[in-house]
């Protein structure tokens, strides 16, 4: 992987990243604070692992916030926003990174679980562009930058909760660029493919589900998760400026074939 990037400039922004405590959303937070953003990293309890993150974020050109919030919890997500609102620093890039799964078939795929998936990766990623949103339309310019997937696209196996949030979430991107690009604000998605983190440990342990696979991935191989955080961090920079609506896959190729 070449290790040469563009520069992004984001000093001076304040970026909030949802599940900033691992995987991508941890890259996504450090390639942010790369490129000179401030960066508050939003985890269910993020706090508590704040001194390794503060290592993990030293010699970077932004500074680094962990802040809990459990984004199943509306009344914790109305407790993020005070606190936000408390605070003088404006929110100038959005990224809604927070995401689970449940895998089961869809005959026997619970309520419960279905509820979880859907209040984290789509109710979250509305009620958290809306708040911040609207105070990025009143200065007339914010950049919302969501995490969608290939199975935004597509149905996936053993996941209907996910796929169908998924999905969801990229038919909010465009609503959102519609009614808020003609006033200064970005609203687009990155669609990931196989990307190697914990959340896809068991299929990466599955010799025979990765062959199959990374036999479909053009690139034939798993995704890391700087990968997804460059795009990203492209997207949240006046280098996208004209960009709105975009759902852009970064998937090794995966839609391709």
Known sequence: MATQRPE??????????????????????RVLARCGADVIGIGTA???????????????????TPMDCDLSDRDAIDRLLAALDADAAPIDILV????????????????????????????????????????????GHGKIINTASVLSFQGGILVPGYAAAKGAVAQLTHALANEWAASGVNVNAVAPGYVATDVTSALQQDAQRT??????????????????????????????????GAILPVDGGWLSR
């Open 46 to 64: 993020i706090s508590r692992n704040a001194q390794e993150l503060a290592r993990d974020f030293e010699g970077l050109a932004g500074r680094f």
């Open 96 to 139: 809604n990174n927070a995401g689970i799964i449940r895998r089961e078939e869809a005959a026997t795929h619970s309520t419960q679980d279905w509820d979880a998936v859907m209040a984290v990766n789509l109710d979250a990623v509305f009620l958290l562009s809306r708040a911040l949103g609207a105070k990025m339309l009143a200065r």
């Open 211 to 244: 062959a199959a696979l990374m036999a479909r991935v053009p690139a034939g191989r798993w995704g890391e998760p700087e990968e997804i955080a460059w795009p990203v961090a492209f997207l949240a920079s006046d280098m996208a400026d004209f960009i709105h």
């Open 8 to 29: 992004i400039d984001l000093r001076g922004k304040t970026a909030l990243v949802t599940g900033a405590s691992r995987g991508i959303g941890l890259a996504i937070a």
